[in-house]
């Protein structure tokens, strides 16, 4: 029996809440419920919440867990993937299809890096259309500039059979959305963390010290954070 509106309204706003105070388990069981009745017109109201609360839950697992751990991320793709064949416009979709192809992207192979971040950087860009200024999305992009601006030869190679033309990547165009982002969110880890890498990558150590000193005395909220303050303290260290 398909969900009532204002019973799917009301589910909707529970979730939100849960969400909201990083209750990821918590909302990815409510969803997980109802799932089975969200019909079609519902669907992409349901298939972002879906996709952020198997987020969290990602976020908030150890690095021991890889495979389960991204198991999460492909059952919220496909949700997402799915609300996106419906409406291609929709901008929590959209953002959250970025998110999850962006993360999968990072932890996969040459060749899947490649596909994922061609299917990262459609989503990112119709996303952004919508809403040039906001802060994780243009995260999202000056991290992709990043990684473009570190791609080995090979990485190149694999990348420029999907891409008609590579996207035009240094560590100086990076910044632009990561400084941008953090004039928006000014303690964010992950940005943090990757405006450092952008210094360093520009042999700027103090900037980069700069940025690690703030990362490094935060207090993480779930092993993602606590990875990166580790990896940002390690990063500290080797500057000395």
Known sequence: MALECKD?????????RLLE????EKALSVLEGLEERVGEQSWAEFAHRFAQANYIVYNQMSSGTAKERQQLLKKGLAAVEKAH??????LAVLTQCAVLTGTLAEASSVGDRARLGYQFKVYLDAALAQAPDDFSLLHMRGRFLFHLSELSWLEKKAASVLFVKLPEASYDLALVDLLNAHRKVPLAIDNLLYIAKCYLGKKDKGEARNYLETLVNLEAIDATDEEQIAEGREMLNKLG
Not at 10 to 16: G, L
Not at 85 to 90: G, V, Y
């Open 21 to 24: 105070d990083y209750e990821g």
């Open 85 to 90: 064949n419906l409406d291609k416009t929709h």
């Open 8 to 16: 799917f309204e009301n589910e909707m706003t529970e979730v939100d």
